[in-house]
């Protein structure tokens, strides 16, 4: 979706998913087998490209929808699709604007999609399938069967890709225990953390286009990608070289910005947290901060983690932090000072049993 704003895009499928009134009027028209040509929203722009029909300001709903579509010319309808202004308005969008298609129906919404930023709708009479136009971008509006096919298919994706990144997370944990992590341990899971984020993201798309009918889905989504936020950050900030100056938002924008091919190769991930990019450095070593283990302590406050964290300057001096060391930190009595000690013991031996037994 290059070159689309995906938050407005988002907006105008979930104006059209499956259980609103717009997407029942949509249905009636195709099931009728007539063409309509349905703009959301209006302001000045569209009013100096809209000429003829009538002005309605009624009430929207599907049926009134249906019945105003059997006419010639266009249905103008408010932004938050509970009105509809007019009705049997003919468009004359910029002729010089490119467009990509070739009926005059298809022209003509994407012309005035591109020139007032409007979410069009046209629906096709001869090909019976209706298209959403929006700043050019052009998505056929399919049914929920086919879309739910889909969804599914990149579901058992994104179980394939948790089960890797699970398992890389493990490995990591144990190697941060025994201090033999590289830079290419933490870029496997850096990569594998933007797999599991570009997934989601589809089936997020997904999800919205189903309206209704996706709620199942969410739940199943929500369940797969549950704390997926916080692990990333948590590992960008063990592992972020700061002395380049670079921020947890500079890494999430070079990785989002990575092309398919790009992402698997394990220096890009490299190169986002700060490091070097020659295949040769991905083995140096790389020493965790000890953010995410110490996020895993129960009860310990995030403003006690990051005292914790500029005290030891490292996890191996955490967990090799006797209770009287740990006392000195800011915050950090007695109770508090046990509770973070045997906390990071239960985690170093189980990262230990995970990986060997």
Same mark, same amino acid.
């Given at each position: 979706?290059?070159? !689309?704003?995906? =938050?407005?895009?988002?907006?105008?499928? *979930?104006?059209?998913?499956?259980?609103?009134?717009?997407r029942?009027?949509?249905?009636?028209?195709?099931? +009728?087998?007539? /063409?309509?040509?349905?703009?959301?929203?209006? @302001?000045?722009?569209?009013?100096? !490209?809209?000429?003829?029909?009538?002005?309605?300001?009624?009430?929207?709903?599907?049926?009134?929808? $249906?019945?105003?579509?059997?006419?010639?010319?266009?249905?103008?309808?408010?932004?938050?699709?509970?009105?509809?202004?007019?009705?049997?308005?003919?468009?004359?969008?910029?002729?010089?604007?490119?467009?990509?298609?070739?009926?005059?129906?298809? $022209?003509?919404?994407?012309?005035?999609?591109?020139?007032?930023?409007? &979410?069009?709708?046209?629906?096709?009479?001869?090909?019976?399938?209706a298209?959403?136009?929006? @700043?050019g971008?052009?998505?056929v509006?399919? +049914? %929920?069967?086919?879309?739910?096919?889909?969804? @599914?298919?990149?579901? #058992?994706?994104?179980?394939?890709?948790?089960?890797r990144?699970?398992?890389?997370?493990?490995?990591? %944990?144990?190697?941060? !225990?025994?201090?033999?992590?590289?830079?290419? =341990?933490v870029?496997?899971?850096?990569?594998?953390?933007?797999?599991?984020?570009?997934?989601?993201?589809?089936?997020?798309?997904?999800? !919205?286009?189903? /309206?209704?009918?996706?709620?199942?889905?969410?739940?199943?989504?929500?369940?797969?990608?549950? /704390?997926?936020?916080?692990?990333?950050?948590?590992?960008?900030?063990?592992?972020?070289?700061?002395?380049? /100056?670079?921020?947890?938002?500079?890494?999430l924008?070079?990785?989002?910005?990575?092309? &398919?091919?790009?992402?698997?190769?394990?220096?890009?991930?490299?190169? *986002?947290?700060?490091?070097?990019?020659?295949?040769?450095?991905?083995?140096?070593?790389?020493?965790?901060?000890?953010?995410?283990?110490?996020?895993?302590? &129960?009860?310990?406050?995030?403003?006690?983690?990051?005292?914790?964290?500029?005290?030891?300057?490292?996890? #191996?001096?955490?967990?090799?932090? @006797?209770?009287d060391?740990?006392?000195?930190?800011?915050?950090?009595?007695?109770?508090?000072?046990?509770?973070?000690?045997?906390?990071?013991?239960?985690?170093?031996?189980? %990262?230990?049993?995970?990986?060997?037994?």
């Amino acid at each position: 979706m290059a070159g !689309i704003d995906e =938050d407005a895009l988002r907006q105008a499928l *979930a104006a059209v998913a499956p259980g609103t009134e717009l997407r029942e009027g949509v249905e009636r028209i195709l099931r +009728g087998g007539t /063409g309509a040509l349905i703009v959301l929203g209006y @302001n000045q722009v569209l009013e100096q !490209i809209a000429t003829g029909g009538f002005p309605l300001e009624i009430e929207f709903s599907a049926t009134r929808l $249906r019945e105003l579509a059997k006419m010639d010319g266009a249905v103008l309808v408010d932004g938050s699709v509970t009105r509809i202004l007019k009705a049997a308005t003919q468009l004359l969008p910029d002729a010089s604007i490119e467009t990509s298609e070739s009926g005059t129906r298809h $022209r003509t919404a994407e012309r005035v999609s591109k020139q007032t930023g409007f &979410p069009v709708i046209s629906v096709s009479q001869s090909m019976q399938i209706a298209a959403l136009y929006i @700043n050019g971008f052009r998505h056929v509006l399919e +049914g %929920s069967a086919a879309i739910l096919s889909k969804a @599914n298919q990149a579901l #058992q994706t994104l179980e394939r890709y948790k089960a890797r990144l699970d398992e890389v997370m493990g490995t990591l %944990s144990a190697l941060e !225990i025994e201090d033999l992590v590289t830079i290419r =341990d933490v870029a496997a899971v850096l990569q594998r953390l933007e797999m599991v984020r570009r997934i989601h993201d589809e089936i997020s798309s997904y999800v !919205i286009e189903l /309206g209704t009918d996706g709620r199942l889905l969410t739940l199943q989504l929500e369940e797969l990608t549950r /704390g997926i936020d916080r692990d990333r950050d948590l590992v960008i900030r063990d592992y972020l070289n700061v002395e380049l /100056g670079r921020t947890r938002d500079d890494v999430l924008e070079s990785m989002a910005a990575l092309s &398919p091919s790009d992402l698997l190769d394990l220096a890009s991930g490299s190169s *986002a947290l700060g490091y070097s990019t020659l295949s040769e450095s991905l083995d140096d070593t790389a020493n965790p901060k000890g953010y995410r283990m110490l996020s895993k302590v &129960p009860r310990l406050p995030g403003a006690i983690v990051d005292r914790l964290v500029d005290h030891f300057g490292g996890l #191996q001096r955490l967990l090799a932090a @006797n209770l009287d060391e740990l006392q000195a930190v800011d915050g950090v009595g007695e109770g508090r000072a046990r509770a973070v000690r045997e906390g990071l013991s239960r985690l170093a031996e189980s %990262s230990i049993l995970e990986r060997y037994v």
